[in-house]
């Protein structure tokens, strides 16, 4: 600001200067033709008077050559640019002229005076000589009058006052008077127009600058693509832009002095501008409210408005003036964008849900099949051949079952329906775990497995679903790995309190484009379709991972190996007691010997299938068992029946399994078992169970060894 402020001064002095010396100048082609129409007259006149005529001639020539070289030097002036003028060494040109012709001038009385003129007469005409060279100064410069006058009258008053008389003494005197009031008047002048010159010129510029802005201005105003609007306090428009025009459809005729809120306003929006009105009308200013506006032909445009009261000086509102943007695209692109990703996310949610339900209706026949397939496989009349087949189907099945809890899995992550309990899970609990889990299937493989169940510390996670993703890393490091190959877990402790888990193996590795693709669902990458897998475990191990709170990474070297690693909160220097209960792999423990037992079981269960499973289970494990078909069925059984022990269903008709429970409960008996049989294991799930008072739960399909201790442990 301060330099923009020196250089708009530093201008005006440029100005200035070129003003004064061209005023210098200006009056030059007549002072000097003046001058030398004088100069003449005096010659003649004083042709033969002189003492010397050859000193007349020589000042008649030198005054002439005087004229003609500052005629010159002005006709040199005239032809420069603004730029050029505006040097000083003009002014100080002129000066040296100006005071050469005072010399010249100072010298005629000393051109002596022949007797037969008078010598007041002779004096007189140096006189009017000094006063009519003097017009070849004439300027408002008193430097310019000082040069001139003080050689030319300063030399004349010399002269006279060498001849000593009286009237010589006089004049000299009235010479010195008038040289000082010259000079003195010409020092008021010369302040008083440079004065003048200063404001003229300052009032230049100021009204170019206002002319600039009012170009500018309405330049602006025809041409932005924003409507400028302005209106009086009765909401009279007064200003109407071309953008108005073409924003609205009123051509500026018909919008001047229509009623604002009237022209361009819906009719069901007035409660909303009478509170924009009153913002206005307490001095506040409106920026970049969005507001449903209305075209000339009805259609409705949205329009962000930007708009601030007008005040006069007494701070009185006088006006209002309003710029506003048309945003219908951008508005309709918003809602479009809005409207395809609720569409987006509908279909998303159909697709959870047809999984989810999808699922659900396949665990049903599935438990069927895995169930007694199990149960086949106690059967001693078979053959060697048909045991194989009931693997077969035993393996697909539990394939099949593994996809299905996967896909529901995915589903209730994506629905945001799955409940994560955290808490400060025992690295060397879970390692125990999932190393039993995990050695039977990296022997068959013929891999060494690496993993130190001694380690200290824990994480914070849910153990469960920690559980389920260091299964799947393991898994896949099993499956994707070579002959003799290995799998190591390593552990180690980060700063700000993170560990990290890392699974190595000496896989065939994974390229680096296909890195960037595999924690997509349902992508098994260049996986050989004889390995098993469904391509969702680590999509659900990712998802399961940032659930709590932690990080999933993978680093691979092709026909070397690959490296997951997980990241969670916790720390390794700290020995945490064991928490949670281990359980070997079913599959791994000596198969249930059947026993036989007085014991009285109540089965609630709704689906046949189901029910003749269970029945055969039971009786397989040598248990009496009677069924009811729905909770209703089973409490009206335990009015005339004792039992020792209730297996429940959860979703069963009428009365379902929970309210069983509670009813049983509530009716006083608090010593029955009560088993759930439910569709999953999760934390959640047998939350729900033990809030109804249940005991236990058991999750379908139902493992006879799982269901021959459980029934153990509650009936001894
Ligand atoms: P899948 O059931 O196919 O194993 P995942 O989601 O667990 O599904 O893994 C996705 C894909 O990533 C696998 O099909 C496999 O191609 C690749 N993959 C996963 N782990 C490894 C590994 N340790 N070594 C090589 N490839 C792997």
Redesign the pocket.
């Known amino acids: 600001m301060e330099s923009l402020k020196t250089n708009s001064d530093s201008q005006l002095d440029q100005q200035i200067r070129l003003e004064e010396i061209r005023l210098l100048y200006g009056g030059t082609p007549f002072s000097f033709s003046a001058s030398v129409v004088i100069t003449l007259i005096i010659y003649n006149v004083l042709l033969g008077h002189v003492a010397s005529q050859q000193n007349l001639n020589i000042w008649l020539f030198t005054i002439l050559g005087v004229m003609f070289i500052r005629s010159i030097d002005s006709y040199l002036f005239s032809k420069q640019d603004k730029q050029q003028q505006s040097q000083l060494s003009w002014r100080r040109r002129f000066f040296i002229g100006t005071a050469i012709a005072g010399f010249c001038w100072g010298f005629l009385p000393w051109l002596g005076y022949s007797a037969e003129v008078e010598y007041f007469s002779f004096i007189i005409v140096c006189l009017v000589g000094v006063i009519a060279g003097s017009l070849s100064t004439l300027s408002y410069r008193w430097e310019t009058i000082a040069l001139f006058l003080l050689p030319a009258s300063l030399l004349l008053v010399f002269r006279l006052l060498i001849e000593e008389q009286s009237f010589s003494n006089a004049t000299s005197f009235v010479l010195l008077v008038f040289i000082f009031f010259t000079l003195t008047a010409g020092k008021k002048i010369f302040n008083n127009t440079q004065q003048n010159i200063r404001l003229r010129l300052e009032a230049d510029i100021r009204e170019r600058a206002i002319e600039l802005m009012h170009q500018k201005h309405a330049l602006h105003l025809q041409n932005t693509p924003l409507a400028i609007i302005e209106f009086d306090i009765d909401l009279n428009i007064t200003e109407w832009n071309k953008a108005a025009e073409n924003m609205f459809g009123y051509s500026h005729s018909e919008a001047i002095d229509e009623n604002i809120m009237r022209l361009i306003l819906p009719r069901d929006s007035s409660v909303e501008a009478e509170k924009l009105w009153e913002r206005l009308l307490n001095y506040e200013a409106v920026t970049g409210s969005i507001i449903e506006n209305k075209t000339k032909s009805g259609i409705p445009i949205f329009c962000e408005w930007f708009i601030t009261p007008l005040t006069n000086k007494q701070n009185e509102i006088v006006g209002i003036a309003a710029m506003a943007l048309d945003i219908t695209d951008k508005k309709q692109n918003e809602l479009a964008i809005i409207k395809s990703k609720e569409e987006a996310e509908k279909a998303n949610q159909a697709k959870s849900d047809f999984l989810s339900s999808m699922s659900h209706e396949l665990r049903t026949p599935l438990n069927a099949i895995l169930g007694f397939t199990q149960l086949l496989k106690y059967e001693k009349t078979l053959s060697e051949k048909q045991h194989s087949h009931i693997n077969e189907i035993s393996n697909a099945g539990n394939l099949l079952l593994k996809l299905v809890n996967q896909i529901l899995d995915l589903a209730r992550i994506e629905k945001g329906h799955l409940q994560l309990s955290m808490e400060k899970v025992s690295l060397s609990d879970c390692f125990k775990d999932v190393r039993a889990m995990i050695l039977p299937l990296a022997e068959k493989n013929n891999l060494s497995l690496d993993i130190n169940i001694e380690t200290n510390g824990y994480v914070i996670a849910d153990y469960t679903r920690l559980k389920q993703v260091m299964l799947?890393l393991l898994s896949?490091?099993v499956?994707?790995n070579v002959e003799n190959g290995s799998v190591s877990l390593k552990v180690l402790q980060k700063e700000n309190d993170l560990v990290k888990i890392c699974i190595i193996?000496t896989?065939?590795?994974?390229s680096q484009d296909l890195l960037q693709e595999?924690f997509q669902p349902f992508?098994?990458?260049?996986?050989a379709s004889t390995i098993e897998?469904?391509?969702?475990?680590?999509?659900i191990s990712k998802q399961l991972v940032e659930m709590m709170n932690g990080t999933i990474s993978v680093s691979s070297t092709i026909n070397k190996g690959?490296e997951?690693c997980i990241e969670l909160t916790g720390n390794l220097n700290i020995i945490t007691a064991l928490e949670h209960e281990s359980k070997m792999p079913l599959s791994e423990q000596p198969i249930a010997t059947v026993s036989a037992s007085d014991h009285n079981i109540l089965v609630a269960e709704d689906n046949p299938t189901n029910q003749t499973l269970i029945l055969s289970q039971l009786e397989a494990l040598g248990y009496t068992a009677e069924l009811a078909r729905n909770g209703q069925e089973a409490l009206n059984k335990m009015v005339n029946t004792e039992y020792q022990l209730l297996l429940t269903d959860c979703n069963m008709p009428l009365v379902d399994g929970y309210k069983l429970a509670k009813t049983i409960r509530d009716r006083g008996n608090k010593k029955l078992p009560i088993i759930a049989l439910t569709a999953d294991a999760f934390p959640e799930r047998k939350a729900k169970c033990i809030r109804a008072g249940m005991n236990d739960q058991i999750t379908k399909p139902v493992d006879l060894q799982t269901l021959k201790s459980t029934l153990e442990k509650y009936l001894n």
Do not use: C, P, V
């Open positions: 799947n896949n490091a499956k994707y193996d896989g065939s590795g994974i595999i992508n098994r990458l260049n996986a897998g469904t391509g969702i475990g680590l999509s690959s997951f």
